[in-house]
């Protein structure tokens, strides 16, 4: 039975930084960035992350019948939220998988996204999810501040409704560091560019590359997509044309729309190719980084039937364009602003009343009254329906993050601290009957009105500086960006 990829969907952060505003901001010290000032790279908001990516990416492959069947769960990052706390924990509670999923962090090399794929396929074991989520760090005026993005990937694996198969791989170590980051440290250091691209890319990815088509038995001319990341631009034209593939294999949109998202770039290239993919085609995955893990697919005749319910193209074109540079610097914390006294709230967590309430808080459950049918959030000891006041145990457990919602009431807070500002908090009017006071986060151009369509999303709820805790929870944003 062919064990394979049965679905995918990927998650770009709305938020877009136009390059030429950071390179506007450093033209007094570096007026060379100018020349690589064109389109625009995803950044995080202040209250997003790679466990909140991952999220998001992986909602729209899952449904009910499949969330159950799932054997394991794997994200691969290397920024992840805690240095001792498992992020795929995090996000299993989220996603309310079953509590027997297997949960597993990978890290610590941009090719960590393609190594947690090629593994679980080799593993092979039951339907799998693998999750690649990263958002790269650079130091303001550098390169890579132009460069990098932010972004997630999913793949959903299985032996059902199969997509794309692995007909061949190849596997090599090679400790060549082109660019490496010290425990502690904020940012990458990266080597020179033209010894990383002669020496690194030019000479050992065209040496795996070869391998793996050998394994797979296919020739360099077959190769429909070719999928190689990295941060240095015009590298990817380069490798493809030293492997022998056509330069049309190519596609460089992830780059110049979303900027390089670390270890989760070849796996949003890899959706964005299986979304354009025809049965048959060949795909060749390249993931590079102390070595390199190559996987050559071919598309399966259920491609062409397959629609996801969230692709790359979908989440490029949900953007926000921003030409506020010190925004982006003060989200990634490069930058300390005065917030004032407000800012001075203690938000410590109390991880006993967290780990009690996690049924509710991660995937954000709230009940419906089998009495009278009225749906709350949270769940409390009596319903607050109407002249009902039913015990909680006469009621079921009613999910509402996936539930259409509106907004009833709003207000606009620049009082108040928010890393954001302003505040934007209202009543939410859930579809089946629920309201619930929310934040309401990434309010574009078109601002907030009653009745705006509205959707949640997993974001980081608040951020406990005094002991470094950030806890999570579900806010509420526009249907349009």
């Known amino acids: 039975m062919t064990y394979g990829i049965t679905g995918y969907g990927a998650y770009v952060p709305r938020l877009r930084m136009q390059r030429a505003a950071i390179a506007a901001a450093h033209r007094w010290m570096s007026p060379g960035l100018a020349a690589g000032a064109k389109g625009q790279r995803a950044f995080c908001s202040w209250d997003e992350d790679s466990i909140t990516m991952a999220v998001e990416a992986a909602r729209p492959v899952l449904n ?11 994200v691969a990052t290397t920024r ?14 989220a996603l309310a998988m079953p ?26 074991d039951g339907p799998a999810l693998v999750i690649a989520s990263d958002h790269p760090s650079a130091k303001p005026a550098s390169a890579q501040e132009l460069g990098y993005g932010a972004g997630a990937a999913v793949f959903a694996l299985g032996s059902e409704g ?118 048959g085609e060949v795909i060749v995955l390249v993931g590079f980084g102390q070595g390199c893990d190559v996987l050559v697919l071919r598309a399966t005749e259920a491609i062409a039937a397959y629609r996801p319910r969230g692709g790359v193209r979908a989440a490029l074109a949900d953007a926000q364009v921003h030409g506020d ?24 967590t109390a991880l006993s009343e967290q780990y ?64 954001a500002p302003p505040l934007h908090v209202g ?3 859930f579809e089946n009957g629920a309201r619930v006071l929310m934040e309401i986060v990434d309010v574009g151009a078109t601002a907030l009105d009653v009745g705006t369509p509205l959707r949640m999303t997993y974001r980081v709820k608040d951020v406990d500086t005094a002991r470094g805790f950030a806890r999570y929870f579900w806010k509420a944003t526009p249907l349009a960006a």
């Open 64 to 74: 009910a019948p499949a969330r159950a069947a799932f054997q394991s769960l794997t």
């Open 80 to 93: 992840p939220a805690f240095a001792d706390l498992q992020g795929a924990s995090i996000v299993a509670g």
């Open 99 to 124: 509590a027997a999923v297997r949960t597993a962090d990978l890290g610590q090399s941009p090719r960590a996204g393609v190594s947690a794929l090629l593994a679980q396929w080799r593993l092979a």
């Open 162 to 279: 199969v997509i794309a198969e692995l007909i061949g791989a190849h596997s090599s170590w090679n400790l060549f560091v082109d660019h490496f980051r010290s425990n502690g440290s904020k940012h990458d250091y990266h080597w020179e560019e033209r010894w990383v691209r002669d020496e690194g890319y030019a000479k050992i990815v065209p040496e795996a590359v070869a391998a793996a088509l050998a394994s797979a038995g296919v020739d360099a001319a077959q190769v429909k997509h070719f999928i190689f990341a990295s941060p240095l631009k015009g590298s990817g034209a380069m490798v493809t044309k030293r492997c022998g593939i056509a330069a049309e294999a190519f596609d460089t949109t992830l780059d110049e729309q979303c900027g390089y998202a670390g270890a989760a770039h070849a796996c949003l290239m890899l959706a964005d190719a299986l979304e354009r993919g025809q049965p």
């Open 325 to 348: 540079y010190l925004r982006m610097l003060s989200y990634d914390k490069g930058i300390e602003l005065e917030w004032g006294m407000r800012s001075e709230k203690p938000v410590k």
């Open 356 to 419: 009690r309430s996690s049924d509710q808080l991660g995937a954000m459950v709230g009940c419906r009254c089998k009495r009278c049918g009225t749906v709350q959030f949270p769940r409390l000891a009596y319903c607050v329906g109407e002249g009902c006041g039913a015990p909680s145990t006469n009621s079921e457990p009613v999910p509402l993050s996936d539930v259409p919602a509106q907004l009833l009431t709003c207000t606009a807070d620049w009082l108040s601290y928010h890393p």
């Open 427 to 429: 009543f939410v009017q």
